[in-house]
């Protein structure tokens, strides 16, 4: 079945650097784009980047811009977060997403369940 599957999170200090996986199967990974989102605790849910099938990246959230990253590996089927410099305002929850339709915008439809990122 299609599935996502975020590892890579865990309790990290203030400065200190983590990258999160995404693992995808039961679809054509290499055809769609891949989102990271993440929602902290009694927050909205956030938007932090896209990683398009060729593998160019834009990272939209303006909190985030200089110090995260996003990378792919169609080979792996794996999208990737490199983050840099972590601040306690990024203690959330992290997910990758992605459309049916393989399209960067909009409402997304194939979400994983999440890793836990915390920064003291």
């Known amino acids: 079945q299609v599935q996502l599957v975020e590892s890579g999170g865990g309790s990290v200090q203030a400065g200190g650097s983590l990258r999160l996986s995404c693992v995808a199967s039961?679809?054509?990974?290499?055809?769609?784009?891949m989102v990271w989102h993440r929602q902290a605790p009694g927050k909205e849910r956030e938007r932090i980047g896209i990683?398009?099938?060729?593998?160019?990246?834009?990272v939209t959230s303006d909190s985030v811009k200089s110090r995260f990253t996003i990378s792919r590996d169609n080979a792996k089927n794996t999208v990737y977060l490199e983050m840099n410099s972590l601040k306690p305002e990024d203690t959330a929850t992290y997910y990758c997403a992605a459309r049916g339709d393989g399209s960067c915008w909009g409402d997304y439809n194939i979400w994983g369940q999440g890793t836990q990122v915390t920064v003291s």
């Open positions: 990683v398009r099938t060729g593998g160019a990246s834009t």
């Open positions: 039961g679809f054509r990974f290499s055809t769609k784009c």
